[in-house]
């Protein structure tokens, strides 16, 4: 029998959709690896007594972690508390703690090389993160210690994958240079090569429309052909810059296993239309996988059962290996 490595998943923000789609899943859903739930045991049981859910789980003392022997198809919660007397509240700082000591037990369990595989819930970058990192990305390359990594959104038609995340468009421009747009290619040439065998089919977007600027500088000619003339040379398959209006044309994106773009909504914004749901945000660059379902915490949905679980079911597909 395949010895499955275990599913690390951190609940995140405790007021969002997470148990709400997780226990959607794990109804309908036969997974084969163990599951390391990281949550607070109040709140997921809260959450399976008001969505009439039927799950068992086995709490582990995390003392003793590395001495459990687990086995497939199975979860196991390791308690972080956390009191909240509603099921649920808005999300607030409150949470800040909670989450903190969430993501350090599961780094702690990752430089163990248990295993490789982590997933986290969807988190309030207003509170959490506030104006200390620009996303979870970022996040855990700090925590990490990892200088080169990306951001892709994918889905295995066509993924994505900006060159800058979270940032004003004010900023974008200031931030765009060769070396990170090599830097990135390569990090994400050598996730293609380790996780699908095979070499990416990369596409790069311009800056400005069509390619163009009136300004005496053009980002497009300075930075970004010479980037790509670069890669190029060193024999990545990439082609570019495209102007992003007609690049996600349906004869356009087929030859194309990702498409990097100058910036966050550049390139997620056709892709979300695209497969709406049908997506998982993966980190390259980390020494472990990191994935993610493609949405936020949706507060203006708790409690209402009508969220939609199929990205996070994508993110345990893609690690139930």
């Known amino acids: 029998m395949k010895n499955y490595k275990p599913i690390i998943i951190v609940a995140g923000e405790p007021n969002s959709v997470f148990f709400e789609i997780f226990l959607k899943i794990i109804k309908n859903y036969k997974f084969r690896s163990p599951i390391i739930l990281i949550a607070s045991k109040n709140l997921i049981k809260k959450n399976i007594k008001f969505f ?63 295993t490789n595989k982590f997933i986290n819930g969807p988190i309030s970058k207003k509170y959490f993160l506030r104006k200390n990192f620009t996303g979870i990305t970022e996040y855990l390359a700090k925590k990490t210690n990892s200088k080169n990594v990306s951001m892709i959104i994918y889905n295995k038609l066509l993924s994505v994958s900006p060159l800058t995340t979270h940032l004003p468009v004010k900023h974008i421009a200031k931030k765009i240079t060769k070396s990170k747009i090599i ?22 977007t311009g800056l400005n429309p069509h390619c163009e600027s009136i300004d005496k500088f053009n980002e497009d000619d300075k930075i970004i052909r010479p980037s790509i003339k670069f890669l190029k040379k060193h024999r990545y398959n990439v082609l570019g810059p495209f102007p992003a209006d007609t690049l996600f044309l349906k004869n356009n994106r087929k030859k194309f296993d990702i498409v990097i773009g100058m910036y966050h909504d550049q390139v997620l914004t056709p892709a979300k239309t695209l497969f709406e749901y049908d997506a998982i945000n993966i980190t390259a660059g980390l020494p472990f996988i990191r994935v993610s379902p493609d949405h936020g915490p949706n507060e203006q949905m708790l409690g209402m059962n009508k969220s939609n679980s199929l990205s996070l079911l994508r993110s345990i597909q893609f690690l139930d290996f």
């Open 52 to 114: 009439k859910s039927k799950i068992n789980i086995n709490e582990v003392d995390y003392s003793n972690f590395k001495l459990i022997k687990m086995k497939l198809n199975t979860i196991y919660l390791i308690d972080i508390k956390y009191n909240q007397n509603k099921i649920f509240e808005k999300i607030s700082k409150k949470s800040n703690k909670y989450i903190k000591k969430s993501f350090e037990i599961a780094l702690e369990i990752l430089n163990t090389k248990i």
């Open 183 to 204: 830097n990135h290619v390569k990090t994400i040439n050598s996730f293609w090569v380790k996780h699908f065998k095979k070499k990416p089919r990369i596409a790069i």
